[in-house]
């Protein structure tokens, strides 16, 4: 009987086209299932908790693959991180209960995006933030991401994908942080996400910053469904899966 191993992966999207696999551009999805496969000379699927997009990274991606492989799960990790590149890793492998689907039985999700909100840019957070000269309200940013708490369509939000055609979502909790060093960190945990609502959330929360946009405006947004009127889509380098829930 196959075991199902569930792993917990890093990973700095930057040099990948997302976790999906993809036909001619390297992917996280497919980086794994090629080192996996290596260490169990079988033919390795993986099925990843999210998709983050094309340079986007992962602090605690969460995945699962099944396995007829009898390698003890800490001799595994090791001999799958001795193989994979430097930008990434698996942080943990734990054996799970053949039923367990780590995509399908996601309770929520939370992702993080740093804004570095200095007038001068920063060398050492270039690929893990962006960067914004301008000084923000971010009094004004955090009262309007707090609107976006409950249960809401996010079409002002969304990619314009044709196939999907619910997007209703739930936002269990938000937070903004003024960090050290000029860094600005928003957390955004909900149910679901649709493609870029956490990006284009946060480019609307900098017109809000900015004082292009009144809070009410900002919902108002909401109300309307139409992706015209947010703001524009924030750049992939600041955003990061932080935690999936189970």
Not at 11 to 19: I, L
Not at 210 to 238: C, H, W, Y
Request: charged content about 25%; hydrophobic content about 40%; some cysteine.
């Amino acid at each position: 009987m196959k075991r199902n191993l569930k792993m917990i992966v890093e990973y700095n999207g930057a040099g990948y086209h997302g976790w999906q696999r993809q036909k001619n551009a390297a992917s996280i999805q497919q980086l794994l299932e090629e080192k996996i496969g290596i260490i169990t000379r079988e033919e390795i699927k993986i099925v990843g908790a999210g998709r983050t997009d094309t340079g986007v990274h992962a602090i605690n991606q969460v995945a699962n693959f099944k396995t007829e492989s009898k390698i003890e799960e800490t001799r595994l990790r090791h001999g799958i991180n001795s193989l994979l590149p430097k930008d990434v890793a698996v942080k943990h492998i734990l054996e799970v209960e053949g039923v367990f689907h780590a995509r399908y039985d996601v309770k929520s999700k939370i992702y993080l995006y740093q804004i570095y909100n200095e007038p001068i840019r920063s060398v050492m957070y270039k690929d893990y933030s962006w960067f914004i000269r301008q000084p923000l309200d971010t009094e004004r940013m955090r009262a309007a991401l707090i609107l976006l708490k409950g249960t809401h369509d996010f079409s002002s939000f969304s990619a314009a994908d044709k196939d999907i055609t619910n997007r209703v979502r739930t936002v269990m909790d938000v937070n903004l942080i003024n960090a050290r060093c000029g860094m600005i960190k928003i957390y955004i945990e909900a149910e679901g996400f649709l493609r870029y609502m956490v990006r284009n959330i946060v480019g609307t929360l900098v017109d809000v910053g900015m004082g292009k946009l009144s809070t009410t405006e900002f919902m108002n947004l909401i109300a309307m469904k139409d992706r015209r009127l947010a703001g524009v889509k924030a750049p992939p380098q600041g955003l990061f899966l932080m935690e999936v829930k189970y």
